[in-house]
């Protein structure tokens, strides 16, 4: 199955799909554009590859996008509100490093 089937579940670990790989690297090969967003996205979650950090990363830009530029205080208020589990997970200092990587690649 594929993710096209939209049967996956939330922190349901994702993989590539080793037999369509070569076909992939190929269509990739002849369209620039599409391997300048992979350069880019690469880029950008550098050193953000768990689970914890790409939820942090994830959560984060949600709260920015929907409220605004908030303080480190006001985005970890947001997490209480949304769940006691982002509270507990993410601490003021991981808010501020996401907050920083997040305003340093100003992504579209």
């Known amino acids: 199955m594929g993710y096209s089937d939209m049967d996956k579940k939330p922190f349901e670990i994702l993989?590539?799909?080793?037999?369509?790989?070569?076909?992939?690297?190929?269509?990739?090969?002849?369209?620039?554009?599409?391997?300048?967003?992979?350069?880019?996205?690469?880029?950008?979650?550098?050193?953000?590859?768990?689970?914890?950090?790409?939820?942090?990363?994830?959560?984060?830009?949600?709260?920015?996008?929907?409220k605004g530029d908030l303080s480190i205080?006001?985005?970890?208020n947001e997490f209480t509100n949304w769940s006691k589990r982002k509270e507990r997970m993410f601490t003021s200092k991981h808010i501020d490093i996401a907050k920083k990587h997040l305003k340093e690649f100003q992504l579209d």
């Open 15 to 66: 993989s590539l799909i080793p037999d369509r790989y070569d076909s992939i690297c190929k269509y990739m090969s002849q369209k620039a554009e599409l391997m300048e967003i992979v350069e880019k996205t690469k880029r950008f979650l550098d050193g953000y590859y768990s689970d914890f950090a790409l939820e942090l990363l994830s959560s984060v830009d949600y709260v920015l996008t929907q």
């Open 73 to 76: 205080e006001e985005i970890h």
